[in-house]
């Protein structure tokens, strides 16, 4: 028993340590994203907490006023009275207002600068921390709540301020009184607290259990305001196979809150009575010392106004600690994330001058992270500057996979690849990345104009409209833009404002601009960059490409492959393995596997 004793209050000692530093660092993240405001807010906080009790004691000064005018005819000091008080309420009111907007501008600001922090943490998140369902919970859970938390933090620190002040501001007065009465005042809130702190927690546990499906839900709706989503969702007829999952989702968590919540209601029902019995006490005994020590009526009113005040101050200060352990248990959260270094890209590392003339695989394996099975075996291969390499292979062989590998994505599990010599583990990513223009098979659709669509092949050259014009040109779809309404300013993807939208095609085309754009790369990765293509596009396409970058290195994923059989060397993958490598007709004549790929590709032209 007494083990258990000791080891919850080390266990409280803990917690409220962590409590203490996640507040600190709190304090430093307003302060640090909204200096201004969170200074204003404290002043004016500690000015209208010194106000409460003083209101309090004009209002009993007044009704002594009102009893002597009573007694003597003599109105004019019970007006100077009331005049002051009216000023005080104007002046109250006033600053709520003030502290109002200061808290509202508060929580904006902080909203940008945590955005801004978020930001730039996931620039530095690893590719492979993105196959973890637990990362996305993370996101989206501070995503949701770091704003609302630390606005939140922010509210309750000021209004421990304002209890605070209040509190020592009515003490003064009441020390006089009686003094035991203030200790009673603090006993008879203990019991809401304690309630309030249990609630709290397990609103969070509920909150954390609850948070996949939550996210889950809104991608399901997602689906249904999606552009992209809306043909297959009527002609397949889906909205009510998927309205059904999200409604059992929400039948569960109803049946679940009524039992939690009706439990909830019943604590705080209790917590609150039992407060109460014991503020009718307090104020009883008021009754009994006025009565004794013979006090005016205008004091006696005085001291019940300062007992609830008191009362109501406690309160909020208890609250304040529940509030402070809610609001941290949730911002916590957001300080794990962004110490969390795991997730990120290795800081630092070797830059490469001259850019890449070797890549180097030397029985490299890799498995995506927890799963079992090898998406790549003992590959061992070489791609050299100035070369034209063809991955090939049917779905799932492993293409995208080593395309990732190449570009520093992902690790190998096992094996090492090298860029010039030089472990790819050792250099710098940003660097690194700057060598390469690549078109994803998956490539993004951004919300841009057709200046931006193309010229983020290059970033750092966004605005030259004039090479993003003939990168349009290169990749043939210059035609199409100049018949759209604002040509290369016009606006892409039709859930946006005058925005236009273009067949999968045409988006194939601008994606591989984007590729025609990044003149300084010196290697280039299309990984099925015209799969939606017609033959003779794709031909032209590949052609150019060719005469731009004859003298860089290219590795090539085409699903056509004829588009590739002038390629210095073709790797065939299968099952994540190398099992054919060498130039078209060399693998066509001595392995069995392209023959059929190429062989069957062909009658389908025919
Ligand atoms: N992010 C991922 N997480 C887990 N498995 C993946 C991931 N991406 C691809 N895979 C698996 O790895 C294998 C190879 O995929 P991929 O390289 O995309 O094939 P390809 O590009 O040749 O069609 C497939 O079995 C695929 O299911
Ligand atoms: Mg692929």
Not at 55 to 83: C, K, P, Q
Not at 105 to 122: G, H, P, T
Not at 501 to 515: E, K, N, P, V
């Amino acid at each position: 028993m007494l083990a258990k004793i000791k080891r919850e209050s080390k266990k409280g000692k803990e917690s409220l340590s962590k409590l203490i530093h996640i507040m600190v660092k709190t304090y430093i993240l307003i302060w640090d994203g909204s200096k201004k405001y969170m200074f204003l807010s404290f002043a004016f906080t500690i000015f209208s907490g010194i106000l409460v009790p003083v209101t309090s004691i004009i209002w009993g000064r007044f009704i002594n006023a009102v009893t002597d005018a009573l007694a003597n005819n003599e109105i004019s000091n019970a007006i100077y009275w009331m005049i002051l008080s009216v000023s005080i309420n104007i002046i109250i009111g006033t600053i709520g207002y003030i502290k109002h907007y200061l808290s509202y501008m508060e929580a904006q600001c902080m909203n940008r600068y945590i955005s801004k922090i978020l930001f730039d943490k996931m620039r530095r998140v690893k590719v492979s921390a993105f196959d973890d369902s637990n990362f996305y919970n993370y996101v989206q859970k501070i995503n949701n709540e770091s704003v609302t938390r630390t606005s939140s933090i922010m509210q309750t620190s000021l209004k421990c301020v304002e209890s605070i002040v209040s509190i020592i501001s009515t003490l003064v007065i009441f020390i006089k009184f009686d003094f035991g009465i203030i200790i009673y005042c603090f006993l008879s809130c203990l019991p809401v607290l304690y309630i309030n702190m249990k609630i709290a927690k397990k609103q969070y546990d509920v909150y954390n259990h609850r948070f996949e499906k939550l996210r889950y839900i809104i991608n399901l709706k997602n689906i249904f305001t999606r552009y992209e989503c809306v043909k297959e969702l009527k002609v397949y007829r889906l909205h009510e196979f998927i309205s059904n999952k999200i409604l059992n989702y929400n039948d569960k968590f109803i049946n679940e809150d009524k039992k939690i919540r009706s439990r909830f209601t019943i604590e705080n029902a209790i917590a609150d009575g039992v407060k109460n019995v014991l503020s009718g006490a307090l104020k009883f005994l008021v009754l009994i010392k006025t009565i004794a020590n013979r006090l005016q009526i205008g004091q006696f009113v005085t001291y019940i106004q300062l007992l609830d005040q008191l009362q109501v101050d406690i309160s909020i200060l208890f609250n304040v600690v529940q509030s402070f352990f809610e609001d941290g248990l949730y911002i916590d959260d957001l300080y794990r994330f962004l110490d969390d270094l795991n997730i990120e890209e290795k800081k630092g590392g070797i830059n490469l001058i001259g850019g890449i003339q070797t890549i180097e695989f030397i029985n490299v394996s890799f498995k995506y992270p927890g799963l079992e099975r090898w998406a790549l075996k003992n590959i061992s291969t070489k791609f050299c500057q100035g070369d034209f390499y063809a991955l090939v292979g049917i779905n799932g062989a492993g293409k995208t996979t080593f395309i990732k590998l190449i570009l520093g994505l992902y690790e190998p599990t096992e094996g090492r690849i090298l860029v010039n010599g030089i472990d790819l583990n050792q250099l710098n990513k940003e660097s690194y990345f700057k060598m390469f223009a690549t078109v994803f098979q998956d490539f993004i659709k951004y919300p841009f104009n057709v200046y931006e669509n193309i010229g983020i092949g290059l970033i750092e050259n966004i605005d030259n409209c004039e090479e993003i014009e003939q990168a349009g040109i290169l990749s043939d779809i210059d035609s199409i833009i100049q018949r759209l309404p604002s040509k290369y300013n016009t606006k892409l993807l039709r859930e946006w404002n005058e925005a236009v939208d273009l067949s999968h095609g045409q988006w194939q085309r601008i994606a591989l601009s984007r590729a025609f754009f990044n003149k300084n790369a010196n290697v280039v990765i299309l990984d099925e960059p015209s799969s939606a293509l017609d033959p003779e596009a794709e031909y032209n396409i590949f052609r150019k490409f060719e005469e731009i970058s004859e003298h860089k290195m290219r590795i090539v994923i085409s699903h056509r492959l004829s588009n590739i059989k002038k390629a210095t060397c073709i790797i065939l993958l299968k099952d994540g393995e190398i099992v054919g490598k060498g130039d078209h007709q060399d693998l066509y004549d001595k392995n069995e596997d392209y023959q059929k790929l190429y062989d069957m590709q062909a009658e389908g032209y025919v």
